[in-house]
């Protein structure tokens, strides 16, 4: 059996070792790990790991993400060196019912990410003519492992990762419990431009933070100093702003904002004050986080909503004195009593790192797959199954 697994995942070097530094999306493929190691499949893993670039690079290894899996399943992983060949299949045919095998990064082979045939058939030759796809956050790529290898096998079925990521970001969100209200971060309105424009069908609040909001209020006439701005994407900004109005779409964007001269930790900081035109953020600053006066603003707004979908931190949590904004969203979610989705990136990490993944009703392992959905994109990954597990 073939399972196409999403454990890219982030990792850290700590004493010359490297080490996940979040687990999420390896621990949200265990229902189906385990549901086909406990009916006596010979598991298949295959996933991939950064951006190698179609050659083997040492750092992006899946060996670390073998040992750690072992952990979480409480059983032995077998790891291969290759993804085909004489070796990978010598050990696929020495493996007893319910046993796991992880292939070494598909990505080592230029042949994934051009979905080129003869890899995806060399793939399938590892199979018993089985194949489930439970690796959400790769669905919108065409790689052989995700969409060229369905067409060598008997079957192609989701797994309940999958099937639970459709049926949030699908289902959930086609008809949402209102108030519907949106919460976007991320670095460039160009990125989520269809998003924000599909959304604005359904959603009763929209609110604009990170990098992109800065786009959006020096569209207005705001100056925001040293900051990210997309200054061709003006014509963008102006045209989201006034469907909003056209659509009674309330859309909100910060009011206040957390200066830093740097991006590093302990740079000197300071809060804006209400920004306006005429209160514009100086030459050598720029923002990194929302005020506490956007902060009561968000936290308002998230508590009188009944679904909230979060896509993109408001700043630069990773830096400690940059993350108040993201944690009090995140704090929020976690006291609101709404049906909370995260939808992927960033924002799962927040959460995760924040202790407060558990208190979300649905968490999303894909950023851009996530996104692509919503959209209303096909995904090429879950286009070409052909049942659902």
């Known amino acids: ?36 190691r406990e009916h006596g499949a010979k598991t298949i893993l295959m996933a991939h790991l950064g951006r190698p ?22 059983h032995s992983v077998a ?6 060949g004489a070796d990978a299949e010598a050990i696929v045919k020495d493996m007893k019912d319910g046993d796991v095998t992880l292939l070494e990064n598909l990505r080592f082979y230029a042949g994934e990410e051009a979905n080129d045939p003869m890899f995806a058939e060399a793939l399938a030759k590892l199979s018993d003519g089985l194949y489930v796809n439970d690796a959400f956050g790769t669905a919108h790529r065409a790689h052989a492992s995700t969409a060229g290898v369905t067409k060598f096998v008997k079957q192609a079925a989701m797994g309940f990762l999958m099937e639970k990521e459709l049926q949030y970001l699908e289902d959930e969100l086609a008809n949402p419990a209102k108030p519907f209200l949106v919460i976007l971060g991320g670095a460039k309105v160009s990125d989520k431009i269809g998003v924000i424009k599909v959304l604005m069908d359904k ?11 800065n786009t959006f209020l020096e569209a207005e006439g705001v100056g925001m100093g040293s900051s990210k701005v997309e200054r061709d994407k003006f014509h963008l900004a102006h045209e989201l702003v006034q469907l909003a109005k056209e659509k009674g779409v309330r859309f909100l964007l910060p009011i206040d904002i957390l200066g830093a001269e740097e991006i590093k930790a302990g740079a000197a900081t300071r809060h804006s004050g209400r920004i306006s035109p005429t209160y514009n953020i100086p030459d050598g600053w720029q923002a990194v986080d929302i005020g506490p006066l956007t902060i009561a603003l968000f936290k308002s707004e998230i508590a009188r909503a009944k679904t909230i979908l979060w896509n993109g931190p408001p700043g630069i949590f990773e830096i400690q004195e940059f993350s108040a ?14 049906t909370t989705i995260i939808g992927g990136g960033d924002s799962v990490t927040a959460v995760t790192q924040a202790g407060l993944a558990d208190k979300m009703t649905f968490i999303s392992t894909g950023g851009g797959a996530s996104l692509e959905l919503i959209e209303g994109k096909e995904l090429p990954g879950v286009a070409a199954l052909s049942e659902r597990v």
């Open 1 to 36: 059996m073939l399972l196409r697994v999403d454990f890219n995942v982030p990792m850290e070097t700590r004493n010359g070792q490297l080490v996940i530094t979040d687990d999420t999306r390896m621990r949200e493929s265990l229902p189906t790990i385990n549901f086909l």
């Open 53 to 74: 670039k179609g050659q083997p690079v040492e750092k992006y290894s899946l060996r670390p993400v073998g040992l750690a899996l072992h952990d979480l399943i409480g």
């Open 79 to 84: 790891f291969s060196h290759e993804c085909i």
């Open 203 to 213: 959603a009763d609040t929209i609110l604009i933070c990170g990098a992109m909001a």
């Open 325 to 338: 904004g993201t944690e009090a969203i995140a704090e929020a979610l976690a006291e609101s009593k709404a």
